[in-house]
């Protein structure tokens, strides 16, 4: 081979990338054929480079931090909607901690304590949440269900870490009117809203279990509401409306089923 | 689908590159979270249908390299690179881990422009003219810096045993 047609270090690299037409990775595979000690050295950088693309592999799989995902819902854009928006949440997590704080100095004589105490706090939350939003008019619900579901659907699901699909209530006669954001002891909830045709609104709630045990089905009385709620790790779920029993868990079975569906 | 939502794609990527880059959780979080701020403040400058991904890794390489120039000048009697080798957590050996043990070693050997584009192009897979453009030099130089950091690399593993002093850790 003449002195024209070394190749040098760059090429045999770009060769490992797949950086060269046909006609060049040939000229390469031939050099490497009749240089073992190039060949040697190619087979090295290989070996690194499939090794440096398993690092960190893991981390593809985690769910990120929340304060990463907060950065990108609470920045400010010029949009008024969006500015609106933050401002709402800034709110609403000042009446949901007035409202714990209120459930937390209760249950603080009551006798429950641990687990327990916060599994009330939960419902008392997803309640409070309810009756705050359920009396807006124009402003329910944060992301609407006709104009734009899959970013609420998508939006909520980021926020809390899991596939959300808000289930259809179609046929029990309530229609998905949107959802929200909702700040629960400064981790993130998302609310869905639902309203029938006489204009009775209803609130699925679900947040991360951080500190609660599991419980099976439940219903609580509380704020002037309804609310069937249960605890599956990692998240707990509460179905709230002020509706009789027999049909609020009725409804729960539904959401129940629709939500424990097999992950999408 | 906004543009949020796309760079909220991209975050599991950038978490795993600044790990690799750091070897510290937390430190590889801050730096994460430093460029999607920055990225939001300056999302207006995006423009739509250009490749998002080397657009925040750009903006990620670019506070790495802030960082590391003001931690240097803090220890501005050492001019390598103390102030990320320091940040580089061991974590405990597992079997077949060793090899990566050493790789990550030797990759903390490396300057820091010859660390960007290995790994830019040996993690990320980026092609030649991507991460020229995230590091903004010309092709030549992607080139010229990858040959020179991979063959490095290639030393630092064949020569010193790295392995002597890790078999012994728990």
């Known amino acids: 081979m003449s002195i024209e047609d070394r190749i040098d270090d760059t090429e045999l690299h770009a060769y490992l990338d797949g950086e060269l037409g046909e006609e060049e990775s040939r000229a390469v595979e031939a050099w490497l054929a009749a240089h073992p000690d190039d060949a040697a050295r190619v087979a090295a950088w290989r070996g690194q480079k499939n090794a440096l693309a398993g690092l960190g592999e893991e981390i593809l799989d985690e769910t990120p931090p929340e304060r990463m995902t907060r950065a990108l819902d609470a920045a400010p854009l010029p949009a008024t909607r969006r500015d609106r928006a933050s401002w709402m949440r800034a709110a609403a997590a000042l009446v949901v901690f007035v409202a714990g704080a209120a459930a937390g100095w209760w249950l603080h004589g009551s006798g429950l304590t641990g687990a327990a105490t916060r599994e009330v706090v939960f419902v008392d939350r997803a309640a409070g949440a309810h009756v705050v939003f359920t009396r807006e008019r124009r402003h329910a619900v944060e992301a609407r269900a006709d104009k734009e579901e899959r970013h609420l659907v998508r939006w909520l699901s980021r926020r809390l870490g899991r596939n959300l699909n808000p289930p259809s209530l179609d046929g029990a006669g309530f229609r998905l009117i949107g959802g929200r954001l909702v700040a629960d002891d400064g981790g993130p909830a998302a609310q869905f809203m639902y309203q029938d045709s006489e204009k009775r609104r209803l609130t699925i709630y679900v947040r991360r279990a951080r500190d609660v045990k599991n419980v099976a089905f439940r219903i609580a009385e509380t704020r002037g509401v309804s609310a069937f709620y249960w605890i599956e790790k990692p998240y707990a779920y509460a179905l709230i409306g002020k509706m009789e029993r027999q049909e609020l868990l009725k409804l729960g079975r539904l959401v129940f089923d629709h939500l424990n569906a097999p992950a999408r | ?170």
């Open chain 2, 1 to 170: 689908m906004s543009l949020r939502d796309d760079i909220a794609d991209e975050i599991p990527r950038l978490r795993r590159y600044a790990w690799v880059l750091l070897r510290d959780t937390t430190a590889a979080d801050d730096l994460v979270q430093d460029c999607l701020e920055r990225a939001i403040s300056r999302e207006h400058l995006f423009q739509p249908g250009t490749n998002l991904r080397a657009w925040l890794f750009t903006i990620m390489h670019n506070l790495h390299v802030n960082a590391i120039t003001r931690a240097r000048r803090m220890v501005s009697a050492d001019p390598t690179h103390e102030a990320v080798d320091e940040r580089r957590a061991v974590s405990p050996a597992q079997g077949d881990r060793l090899l990566l043990r050493d790789l990550e070693r030797a990759l903390a050997a490396l300057s820091v422009e010859q660390q960007a584009v290995v790994l830019l192009i040996g993690v990320e897979g980026l092609t030649y003219k991507e991460a020229a453009g995230v590091l903004d030099v010309p092709i030549g130089t992607i080139m010229s810096r990858l040959a020179r950091g991979r063959e490095k690399l290639r030393r630092l593993m064949d020569g010193e045993d790295p392995e002597s002093k890790t078999g012994k850790t728990p």
